[in-house]
């Protein structure tokens, strides 16, 4: 069963305006979850996370949102960027499982101009 | 960031035959390596984890005797898709944990295997 999920496969956005990225998880033994961006063909590129104690983590234009009561977390880019179409993929590690991810199944961003 | 490699990037190979893909971390060394699996427009599943030194913890589901993994030195791991068939085509990505937290797992490019 999918404990990570991200149920927009896809995301169009105008460049200069905000994209939002959404994931609900099932297990509430996670705390670690992560974004990563993956072009075609490449291996995934991590990009932020957020540990289950804080509820928000930011860097540069990429900011983490949890909620853990909801199981919820939400990936912010702000401004987007052409170069930021990719697809998304949000993970997540439970507290037993040191380094083993669970991956969503992804959400493909396009920046259009 | 750290580097880390595979080998080949895409290969074709006939029913029945094996095919053998290196994972390399270039610059650091790995004590543990993951291979996942990626299907089309799909999520990326872990097939199995890769110990330096012991044999491979293969997720629920995945076939061990099918799905090879040596984890012979520190920097490198090997999955050999044995008597491949076309159902085994798929995009299959190796990452490594470079000491330290979780977030300092690093993914290799992928391979495309294709199985006729």
């Known amino acids: 069963d999918q404990q990570v999920k991200q149920n927009s496969p896809s995301l169009s956005v105008q460049e200069g305006r905000i994209s939002i990225l959404n994931c609900d998880y099932t297990n509430s033994m996670f705390d670690y979850f992560l974004w990563y961006k993956k072009y075609p063909a490449e291996g995934p590129t991590f990009l932020i996370s957020?540990?289950?104690?804080?509820d928000k983590n930011e860097d540069g234009r990429f900011t983490v949102f949890l909620n853990k009561s909801a199981k919820h977390l939400s990936l912010h880019i702000v401004p987007s960027q052409p170069g930021d179409s990719a697809v998304y993929f949000c993970?997540?590690?439970?507290?037993?499982?040191?380094?083993?991810?669970?991956f969503g199944a992804g959400t493909q961003v396009v920046v259009t101009p | 960031g750290a580097v880390v490699s595979q080998h080949p990037s895409r290969v074709i190979c006939k029913s029945g035959t094996s095919v053998k893909i290196e994972c390399r971390s270039l610059?650091?060394?790995?004590?543990?390596m993951f291979w996942y699996r990626q299907f089309p427009k799909k999520s990326l599943m872990l097939m199995a984890t890769?110990?330096?030194?012991?044999?491979?913890?293969?997720e629920q589901g995945v076939e061990k005797d099918k799905f090879l993994i040596n984890h012979a030195s520190l920097t490198l791991s090997t999955l050999t898709v044995t008597s491949a068939h076309p159902e085994d085509s798929s995009f299959y990505i190796c990452?490594?944990?470079?000491?330290?937290?979780?977030?300092?797992?690093?993914f290799g490019p992928g391979t495309r295997l294709t199985v006729l």
């Open positions: 610059d650091f060394q790995a004590t543990t």
């Open positions: 890769s110990n330096e030194g012991s044999k491979a913890t293969y």
């Open positions: 957020i540990s289950s104690i804080k």
């Open positions: 993970a997540a590690r439970a507290t037993d499982s040191w380094g083993k991810l669970q």
């Open positions: 990452s490594a944990i470079r000491g330290g937290g979780v977030n300092e797992q690093f």
